[in-house]
Each structure stands twice: as C-alpha cells, then as structure tokens.
C-alpha cells in the first residue's frame, strides 16, 4: 500500500507493468511467428522431398520411399496394397500432426496416378529447438521488466526531484524567513506554479502571524496594567482597619482572582507561543501547588457540609511551567467544590497520577464524552465551558492521561496521569 500512495512508486510500477506488457506482447508474437516458420519450412520439405519421390517413382516404380533419421515414407498403390501402417491408413490428403507415443511428426499425405503417398517428418528436435525458444523469450521478458522497473525508478527521480526540493525547502523554512520567495528558485513549469502557490499562501500567514503578535502584546499589556491596579488597590483595601472582615474577605476573593488571572493571562500566552517549548519551566512540586489550590477555593464550600480529604506526596516533581499546572489543579478542584453540595471532596496525589474525586450532583451519561469540548457545559453549569478544555489542552501538551469518570447524583472521579 505505502508502494502504491508514493509517487515515485507509482511511476516505477506503471513503467514496470508498461515494459512487462510490451515485452510479453512481442514475445508471444515472436513465438507464434517462429512456430509458424519452423512449420511452413517443414512442410516445404515434405512437399520437396514427396516431389522428389514422385519424380523417382515414375521413373523407377521400384524406388523406395525416403527413409532417413528424420524423414519415413510409405506409398499405397491404387488397390490398396502397400506397406501402410495402421495409423497412417486412415488420414485424409493435406497436412497432419501425430504422436506416437513420446515421439511427435508432421504428416504429408498426397495422391497421384491412382497412388497415395505418406511421408512423415520427425519434429521433436525443431519442439526442442522451440522450447529454449520460448525460455529465452522468458527471460527477455523477465530482463525487460526489470529495466522498465529500474527505468522507472530513475525516471521518478528525475521527475518528483523538483516536487522533492520544494517540499524539503518548505519543510525546513522557519516562520520568520520571507525574504527569499520559492518561486525564485523554481521560476517556471508546474512546480514554479505550485511554488508562487505557497509563496502566496506563506505571504497571508505571515500577515495573520503578525496580526496575531500585535494583538497579544498588546492585549497582553493592557491586561497586566489592569489587573496590576487591581491588585494594588486590593492589597491597599486590606490594610485598611476600617474595613470589617466580610468587607475583607470580598476584597480577598478580588485579589485571589485577579492573581489568578494575571497567571492564567502567563501560562496562556506561553502556551499560545509557537516556539514554546512542553519542557518549559523549572521543577514544580505538585503537592504544594495542591495545598495552595485547595485553600484558595475553600470559599466555594461557604457553609457546606462537605469534608475535604487532601493526600500529596511530596517527591512528585514535575518538569513543567507552575502555572500550567495550577490550572489544571484549580480547574478540578474547583469543580468539586462548585459541584458537591454535601457529602465530601477527595484530592489525592501520589508518585504518578493527581485524582480528584467528589460526591456531587455528577454529569448526565450523555455529557460525560463531551465535557472536554470547548464552550460546553450543561443545563446546571454557571461558566463559560472553557475549563476542562483547557485542562484537557494542557494534558495533550505535556503528554498526561486525563480520565473522568461520573455517575449522575453520585460523583465524579477525574485522575491525571503524568507519563
């Protein structure tokens, strides 16, 4: 299969294919013309030597028929008598082939002056002669086929060459490199068209690219100078005393989420980056970014009466960005608090894997395959949809197993494994 999607292989196997036939077709009919030569030479000589005989015999009707290693004849008088055998007596006049036992002839059978001659030729050295005949025709056809298959090869080469050079100068140009066009290294002919192709094509990417830059920094900078206002008048609302602590408190909940945030805004522009590379980042240990996650959302069980079972183990080290990482943390231990009214949350990290598991009011069978597609979110759910997405994006760059599993009214079990 892999043969016949390249082209080259195509082109080899059609040149192949082509050659076999062509030389096939002219062996058979080399064959059959040399079949038909060898016979008509054979008959010419039975007609001669019969011409030759008659001759004799109406000189000297006690001439013998021919007998040689190759040639028997026999004559029949005009009453019947001769010394004729039995599988000659019954053969009309013309031309015939016999075989007697392992030894095959060809039979001339003519009458004149009221006499009936046979004369036998033996063709078993010219079916000798036939058969190497044939087995070098064999082997031409075999040779020709080779050499179309070989032909074909160089001639793929040849051909795919310039589809082969713009591909590797296509696959090696980095995203920054504009100022030399392809088409200028393949000026004419269907590949310099395909080249003026990618050339207009890597021209509209290199303006979305551009487009794309602008508008993250500068939305990137407009971001930061408003959370950091935020978090500056938060900072400076709590040290105020005459605020009492609910006032604190909401002030507390505005800093924990533009800090939040302000490192979500990070970890996304990172991910967004092309050159960003899934090793980026020093050594996060993951049972502190649990604690921190899990305290910074106790506020959403408020007064539930949900009991929260939290299990780290600290040698998990993990070699990725730390803010990544609390994303996807924060996503699924806030989902198990926003989700479980009563009952309890259990966050528990081991050496491989991090499970979140809750008694909540679970997702609908129907929901569960569709909770990682981005925008969704069922009837009960408050936010935008974005959150397993995300985390499920995350997994997928770092090569971590993500797997949920729930039951409606009963829970849910989320559990990453990282490889």
């Known amino acids: 299969m892999r043969l016949l999607s390249d082209l080259r292989g195509r082109v080899a196997l059609f040149f192949a294919g082509f050659g076999a036939l062509v030389s096939l077709i002219m062996a058979v009919a080399l064959y059959q013309s040399a079949h038909d030569l060898s016979q008509r030479l054979i008959d010419e ?76 030729h033996d063709i ?5 002669r036939e058969q190497r005949f044939a087995w070098m025709l064999v082997l031409m056809v ?28 296509v696959r090696h140009r980095s995203p920054n ?61 709590l040290e105020d005393d005459s605020l009492g602590d609910k006032q604190k408190s909401r002030v507390g909940r505005i800093r924990r989420a533009a800090h939040d945030m302000a490192e979500l805004g990070t970890a996304l522009l990172l991910m967004a980056r092309e050159e960003y590379s899934v090793s980026a ?20 069980l408020r007064d539930k009466p949900v009991e929260v079972d939290v299990r780290t183990d600290p040698e998990l080290i993990l070699s990725v960005d730390a803010g990544l990482v609390k994303i996807v943390v924060s996503n699924l231990v806030r989902n198990a608090f926003s989700f479980t009214a009563a009952g309890s949350v259990a966050v528990w990290q081991d050496a491989r894997s991090l499970a979140v598991s809750d008694t909540g009011s679970g997702i ?9 597609v981005r925008h969704y979110h069922d009837t009960g759910s408050q936010g935008a949809g974005i959150g397993l997405s995300l985390v499920k994006r995350i997994c997928g ?23």
């Not at 013998?64 to 599988?87: E, F, I, K, M, R």
């Not at 040779?143 to 051909?159: C, K, P, Q, Y």
């Not at 080249?195 to 487009?211: G, K, N, P, S």
Request: aromatic content about 8%; some cysteine; proline content about 4%.
């Open 364 to 372: 609908p069978a129907h929901a569960v395959e569709r909770v990682f």
């Open 397 to 419: 760059c770092y090569g971590w197993q993500i797997r949920l599993e729930s039951r409606e009214n009963r829970g849910t079990v989320v559990r990453v494994t990282f490889s």
């Open 45 to 120: 000589t039975l007609s001669a030597e019969l011409d030759d005989y008659i001759a004799r015999r109406e000189r000297n009707p006690a001439s013998l028929p021919p007998s040689t290693v190759v040639v028997h004849g026999y004559v029949q008088g005009a009453a019947g008598v001769g010394d004729v055998p039995g599988y000659l007596a019954g053969l009309p006049v013309g031309r015939h082939n016999i075989h007697l036992g392992t030894i095959s002839y060809r039979v001339a059978v003519v009458e004149r002056g009221g006499a009936r001659y046979y004369l036998l």
């Open 177 to 237: 490199d504009w100022e030399h066009p392809l088409s200028d290294d393949f000026p004419v002919g269907e590949v310099g068209e395909l080249a003026r192709v990618f050339d207009r094509h890597l021209i509209r990417m290199r303006a979305f690219m551009e487009r794309e830059r602008v508008f993250n920094a500068d939305m990137s900078h407009e971001l930061r100078t408003a959370l950091a206002v935020i978090l500056s008048a938060a900072e400076i609302l």
């Open 281 to 300: 980042g020093g050594g996060c240990v993951l049972a502190d970014v649990v604690r921190d996650v899990v305290a910074e959302q106790r506020h959403l």
């Open 142 to 169: 075999v040779a020709m086929t080779m050499l179309s298959a070989l032909g074909g090869i160089w001639l793929s080469r040849r051909v795919v060459a310039p589809v082969a050079e713009l591909a590797a100068k």
């Open 124 to 128: 078993a050295l010219q079916a000798r």
